[in-house]
């Protein structure tokens, strides 16, 4: 027997222990590549930075147990927002082989505000459902909605001053949102 045939006989002869190391191995490897999937990603806005669900929905007392029957919610929910800034820039270019400087100071704002009107009408089932009490809502919303952006400019370019150039956008949209379904149970040792 040669010096290289030896390690491979010692192989043939303990199937068991190639089994295993080939086995471990492709754990190992699965578990690797099930930690490269699980790594968090960057989240992105939906419906253009709008949550999907209404901030604040749930209260503290969800789980309490409900009557049996129809019921009905509505809310106004009003929210506003602004934001501003102010920007100096400058720059130095050419124009046909001349130099010329460029300085500005741009001041910028946002408002936007939202008046909404919710209405929830839910429905809580009085027959247990696996063990708890079940209820079924729909959330329905409309409303207006309204952004404006203003802006104004002022500078100097080649030492020839420009501005103040005021200008501003605006729109506003009124119409109903999308639905929101929810249902919920609550645990079998709250109904009574």
């Not at 106004?76 to 102010?86: C, L, N, P, Q």
């Not at 956008?169 to 919920?184: A, K, M």
Request: glycine share 12%; proline share 7%; net charge negative.
């Amino acid at each position: 027997m040669t010096p290289n045939e030896a390690p491979l006989r010692s192989v043939i002869k303990r199937p068991a222990a190639v089994v295993g190391a080939i086995q471990s191995g492709f754990v190992c490897s699965a578990l690797t590549l099930a930690a490269v999937f699980s790594v968090p990603k960057i989240s992105l806005a939906d419906e253009g930075g709008v949550s999907y669900w209404l901030p604040g929905l749930f209260g503290s007392l969800a789980a309490a147990p409900q009557q049996p029957g129809w019921a009905a919610a509505s809310i106004y929910y009003h929210t506003s927002v602004s934001a501003g800034g102010d920007v100096f820039l400058s720059k130095e270019f050419a124009i046909r082989n001349v130099p010329a400087n460029l300085s500005a100071h741009v001041t910028a704002n946002v408002n936007a505000t939202g008046d909404l009107g919710i209405f929830a009408p839910s429905y809580v089932f009085a027959t247990p459902f696996l063990g708890g009490q079940a209820s079924a809502t729909v959330m329905a919303i409309y409303g207006n909605i309204g952004t404006a952006l203003s802006g104004t400019v002022t500078g100097t370019a080649g030492g020839i001053p420009f501005g103040p150039r005021f200008d501003s956008i605006g729109d506003s949209t009124t119409g109903f949102g999308d639905l929101y379904p929810q249902s919920v149970g609550t645990a079998a040792s709250t109904i009574t």
